[in-house]
């Protein structure tokens, strides 16, 4: 009985050794097979670097803050002015799917009986009508000379903003005060430096694309240089039948109250054909037949046996009273004027027009 209990044992030991061996192996294969598995997955070498702090300089800033504003294809807006505010980037309310269109001419496109700035260069006026429905704006405005821009548009288009840029003052009535409005005015000294080239072949255009992307955020989709029917067009020249304009007052209570205020003057006369007319119109001047011009013949002849004169119906008038010459009358504006007995001589620049006085047959002005 003793000998049947040991042989018992000793097979329960032996099958305890045979499940250990067992066991053993299976622990070595799923071993190796993890190891192999985790070795694939780790790096052959890890290498720790060390964080660091680069400090760039001006020009390093400058060059990347360049290869970012090219690779946006936009450039971008001059340094921050003290107190983290660009003067030279127009700031609008809403800036959504906001649209830029320039509006360029050397000078304007009427005469204007206003005259504002310090130049001496002749004040002119030009109209411009947008028609941009649904449409989200900026209105870049840009002249060599002075120019009082006369804004109107349709209803449904909206204005955010305005930049005038120019040699010579420039102002801007038709859109609501709060507008906002940035100037790159040279005579103004403006804050923003100024801006203007005509354009042509040759001309800086690249230039003055860059300058205004850079303070519109976007170059212009159109560039408005040439006019319809005496005005600019921003849009479709058709149908412009509902046009709206945000100014407060009307123009010449506009222009009154900025008498003081931007050195503006009224002539008492219009310039040019326009001051002819408003002549007319006061009864001052009436155009000459041919009985006034022989009779200012003969008044010649009497005092100084000559009657050459340069008088030409239609473009000669008699001075009935005293009067002012329109401003701007050279070239092919000027006209011949016969002066009255007991008129006096007109004030005012006489330009290149002549006067013929009936009183001694003289006549005044360079092309007489």
Known sequence: ?????????????????????YLAVI???????????????????????????????????AS??????????????????????????????NNAGLKVYLVTRHSGLQDSKYQFGA????????EVVINKPGENIILVLMAYDPVLWKISKTFSTLVSGVVLAGYHEQMLYGLPKLTPVLRAIYETKSECAYF?????????????????????????LEIINSAHNGKFYVGDTESVSK?????DQDFDTFMQTHL??????????????????????????????????????????????????????????????????PRGMYGAHSKAFILSEHVSMPLGDIAHNAVYMLENGVCEGLTC
């Open 64 to 93: 990347v803050t360049d290869k970012r504003a090219e690779a946006a294809n936009i450039p971008e807006a001059p340094s921050a002015a003290e107190g983290g505010r660009n003067p030279c980037r127009l700031n609008v309310a």
């Open 119 to 126: 130049s001496g260069h002749e004040v002119r006026e030009s």
């Open 243 to 247: 046009l709206i304009e945000y100014s």
């Open 260 to 325: 003081k205020q931007r050195q503006v003057t009224i002539d008492e006369v219009a310039p040019k054909e326009e001051g002819i007319r408003q002549l007319i119109r006061e009864g001052k001047i009436r155009p000459a037949g041919t009985s006034d011009i022989e009779r200012w013949a003969r008044a010649a002849v009497k005092n100084h046996n000559s009657a050459q004169h340069r008088m030409h119906l239609g473009f000669t008038y008699v001075i009935v009273k005293t009067m002012q010459f």
């Open 196 to 220: 203007y080239d005509s354009l042509n072949s040759g001309g800086q255009e690249h230039y003055i694309m860059q300058r205004i992307a850079e303070i519109t955020g976007s170059a212009p």
């Open 27 to 61: 622990t070595l294969i799923l071993t190796v097979g993890l190891s192999f598995y985790f070795f694939k997955k780790t790096p052959a070498k890890l290498t720790y670097i060390k964080p660091t702090l680069t400090v760039m300089d001006n020009t390093s800033a």
């Open 1 to 21: 009985m003793l000998k049947n209990q040991e042989t018992g044992v000793s097979e329960l030991t032996a099958l305890v050794k045979k499940i250990a061996r």
